[in-house]
Nanobody
Framework: QLQASGGGLVQSGGSLRLSCEGPLFTLAHYSMAWFRQAPGKEREEVSCISGADGSTYYLDSVKGRFLISSDDAKNTVYLQMSSLNSEDTAVYYC????????????????WGQGTLVTVSS
């Protein structure tokens, strides 16, 4: 139900913008999050934007480098990633919940298929 895109290969220090579209429902009514899972590691939440008031939340390691935003007209949520490093290499997933943002993945009901981000050094 969610479609994530925008991943790819980028050099260390570079930037990428991920997109998450929700063709079957209105994303503005949901809190939207980006998660990532690196090889051999557990999935972790990177960022979330609240559907209630637009508040944003970030994992400490990406603060100041990543920016989550939404475009209601396009029904799309973005994750702008800058100053990428090898530790950002992962499959990135978008997820939605009708409730507030949460750091628990079990809080989210709908998931995209994932898009791979590879940062080369």
């Amino acid at each position: 139900q969610l479609q994530a895109s925008g991943g790819g290969l980028v050099q260390s220090g570079g930037s990428l913008r991920l997109s998450c579209e929700g063709p079957l429902f209105t994303l503005a009514h949901y809190s939207m999050a980006w998660f990532r899972q690196a090889p051999g590691k557990e999935r972790e939440e990177v960022s979330c934007i609240s559907g209630a008031d637009g508040s944003t939340y970030y994992l400490d390691s990406v603060k100041g480098r990543f920016l989550i935003s939404s475009d209601d007209a396009k029904n799309t949520v973005y994750l702008q990633m800058s100053s990428l490093n090898s530790e950002d290499t992962a499959v990135y997933y978008c997820a939605a919940t009708i409730y507030w943002c949460s750091w628990s993945e079990h809080h989210y009901n709908d998931w995209g298929q994932g898009t791979l981000v590879t940062v080369s050094s």
